[in-house]
């Protein structure tokens, strides 16, 4: 077995830590009832600051919506190539490890998805859309772009071998994910915290995608 770099499990470790404390410090830490319809909201000072400067902005809603389409499609394209190396090689062993390491990350950023979502709710989302109440931390938009888009940026990093090619990819990939962190952050339908802790649960599951990824 390939030894795996000190450094890779001390990141992966790290980020599991914050990210774990940061969801605490926002679920504990100065709560109050001042959420949509009264609900409580921590680090509420903060919160409700940064949403009043903000305000509320459709057009970056939609443009949160787009970017959020082109990283599902992404990972749609590379779930595909996934399974047409399946098919092809009639093998998951055969298929290549990092396709398989990628498509657990796929897995395990839904899991964690859902369960924020569905199970442990922290915050709402400041206003009401058309689904009424919608669990807001951590800003799911923000996490799967991360997830998808730096994770996207290793994969062409092993397939597209024209240098230039692969630098305008690149390029574009993080266009796609701060675009993505900027829209939802000024559209009003999340807190700063939903952002910066959708920002810690992506580079979680990264960090532990790279140290699975580095084991042989």
């Known amino acids: ?21 940061a969801t605490i410090i926002v679920a504990t830490v100065d709560v109050q009832p001042v959420g949509v319809e009264g609900t409580n ?14 305000g509320q902005s459709e057009t970056f809603f939609k443009i949160s919506k787009v970017a959020g389409y082109i990283c599902f499609a992404t990972a749609g394209g590379f ?19 990092n396709l398989s390491v ?5 897995i395990l950023t839904l899991s964690l998805y859902l369960l924020f979502d569905k199970v442990l709710i922290i915050n709402y989302r400041p206003i ?8 807001s931390y951590p800003s799911t938009h923000v996490m799967i772009a991360w997830v ?23 390029i574009c990939s993080f266009a796609v994910m701060l675009v993505t962190i900027l829209a939802r952050a ?4 999340h807190w700063l915290t939903d952002i910066l802790g959708g920002i810690l649960m992506g580079d979680m599951l990264i960090a532990w995608y790279r140290y699975a990824a580095s084991r042989k």
């Open 128 to 135: 009401l859309r058309d689904k009424g109440l919608e669990s």
């Open 41 to 54: 909201l921590g680090l509420a000072t903060i919160n409700t600051g940064f949403f009043s400067r903000v």
């Open 1 to 21: 077995m390939k030894s795996v770099p000190k450094e890779t499990v001390r990141t992966a470790l790290l980020m599991t830590v914050l990210a774990i404390a």
């Open 102 to 106: 990628l498509m657990l990350l796929y």
């Open 186 to 189: 000024l559209s009003g339908v």
């Open 79 to 97: 779930g595909i190539f996934f399974l047409l190396q399946l098919i092809q090689r009639k093998s998951l062993s055969k298929v290549d490890r």
């Open 148 to 170: 998808v888009m730096v994770s996207a940026i290793d994969q062409w990093s092993i397939y597209i071998k024209n240098e230039k090619t692969l630098t305008v990819v690149v």
